[in-house]
Structures are given as structure tokens and as C-alpha cells.
């Protein structure tokens, strides 16, 4: 069974930094895609960052040069630093970890929020 933990959301200025972790057990990591996503209140879910089994990464627009994402393979952990937040960064961040089409996983969610 896949268990996901995410971890590392929370209340912070605008200006500031956060780094969110996921870390997946009971399915095959290192070959997955992993993905961070986010949804505001009234808003759809959108993908915020995601990074494939061989490191490439690919960010949404309004987080370019402001997110990294990473993943360790050997800790099956997904991070997510955030730097310089916007309060238009406020959401409910997920975790998606995804092995195949049909065996896509997600999080149960972490809130970030952003002050002005």
C-alpha cells in the first residue's frame, strides 16, 4: 500500500520562504514522476512543479526562479523550496506521485499560507 507523508506548510510573510517535503513508501520511487500541485480556495487544482525519474523539471509560470524542486532517491522524498511567496501563493499544496497511469497517488495536502 502507498503511504505518502507531506510535511513543512504553514503561516509566513510575503517575502519569505517555505520548503515542503513528501515522502512516499510502499511503491517504486526512483522510476516515478513526482509532482507538486496546488489548489486556492474556489480555484482548480493546478500543477505547480513537477520532476521526472531522470531529474527533468518543469515549473508552472508564476513560480519560475522562485521554486525548486528536488527529489532524493535514496530517502524517497520530493522537496519543494519556495522562495520570495506571494500571498497569491496561498493554497493547499499536494504531493502526486506518479509510477504509471494507473497508479497515481496523492497527498493528503499541506496549507501554505501567505501574508501580506
Known amino acids: 500500500q502507498v503511504h505518502m507523508v507531506e510535511s513543512g506548510g504553514g503561516l509566513v510573510q510575503a517575502g519569505g520562504s517555505l520548503r515542503l517535503s513528501c515522502a512516499v513508501s510502499?511503491?517504486?520511487?526512483?522510476?516515478?514522476?513526482m509532482g507538486w500541485y496546488r489548489q486556492a480556495p474556489g480555484k482548480q487544482r493546478e500543477l505547480v512543479a513537477a520532476i521526472n525519474s531522470g531529474g527533468t523539471t518543469n515549473y508552472a509560470d508564476s513560480v519560475k526562479g522562485r521554486f525548486t524542486i528536488s527529489r532524493d532517491n535514496a530517502k524517497n522524498t520530493v522537496s519543494l523550496q519556495m522562495n520570495s511567496l506571494k500571498p497569491e501563493d496561498t493554497a493547499v499544496y499536494y504531493c502526486?506521485?506518479?509510477?504509471?497511469?494507473?497508479?497515481?497517488?496523492w497527498g493528503q495536502g499541506t496549507q501554505v499560507t501567505v501574508s501580506s
Open positions: 510502499g511503491s517504486v520511487f526512483s522510476s516515478s514522476t
Open positions: 502526486r506521485h506518479t509510477v504509471t497511469p494507473w497508479r497515481d497517488y
